[in-house]
């Protein structure tokens, strides 16, 4: 957890965790309900079931609970992600052969539309990425602890002959790649699902073309 703007402490005793746990949970519920500038302390502790007081005990402030469902969402998407596509790679990596597809970038694209479509608090986070810069950090540092992973999970068993260094500038190039595309698409959720699916292929195209140069 960040040391600027983290909680007062960790929960420890079990009762302290489930608390804690349903203060994150009911903050996302209200964000979405009523919006973020709506959603105040009061409110929280209230739809908590507990005293504000308890609340601070935990929590200074609003954006401290905001950190804190940023951070557990970004773990949450992380490890989701990882565990769909580790069969996949593990599939393409015992045939050898095909090293690279586009057929497998697509795999991967499907994998992370579901991580998407299953961390649902995702869509609420990106709503309200800009309005503490704390969060864009944590956006960066999350984008760069995928990025590593990704080396480790993808690159490292297709791409044995890249480097790890070459391995984890192009791992980086193609989260942002990713992120930006999906985010786009979140800033404009009337887009019709026919364009949506237009760009998810354009990107399909783009990562399959720039992974199979590295053969």
């Given at each position: 957890m960040h040391?600027?703007?983290g909680p007062r402490k960790a929960p420890k005793q079990k009762r302290s965790k489930e608390r804690f746990q349903k203060i994150l949970e009911v903050t996302f519920e209200t964000i979405a309900e009523i919006g973020y500038e709506n959603t105040t302390t009061d409110l929280i502790a209230s739809r908590s079931g507990i005293s504000v007081g308890s609340l601070y005990?935990?929590?200074?402030?609003k954006e401290t609970?905001?950190?804190?469902?940023a951070e557990e969402t970004y773990l949450k998407l992380h490890g989701v992600f990882f565990k769909k596509i580790k069969p996949i790679v593990e599939t393409y990596r015992k045939g050898k052969s095909t090293k690279f597809t586009f057929s497998l970038a697509s795999e991967i694209l499907v994998s992370f539309e579901e991580t998407m479509e299953e961390v649902k608090e995702n869509v609420i986070l990106?709503?309200?990425?800009?309005t503490h810069p704390k969060l864009l950090e944590l956006d960066f540092k999350s984008n760069e602890r995928f990025a590593k992973t990704l080396v480790q999970e993808l690159f490292v068993p297709l791409f044995p002959k890249l480097s790890r260094e070459?391995?984890?500038v192009i791992s980086r190039m193609t989260v942002e790649i990713v992120d930006a595309?999906?985010?786009?698409?979140?800033r404009n959720p009337k887009s019709s699902a026919v364009k949506q699916?237009?760009?998810?292929?354009?990107?399909n195209q783009l990562l399959g073309f720039y992974f199979q140069s590295f053969r």
């Open positions: 040391k600027m703007i005990q935990f929590f200074p402030n609970i905001i950190f804190a469902v990106q709503s309200i990425l800009y070459r391995s984890l595309v999906y985010r786009s698409l979140l699916r237009q760009a998810i292929a354009e990107l």
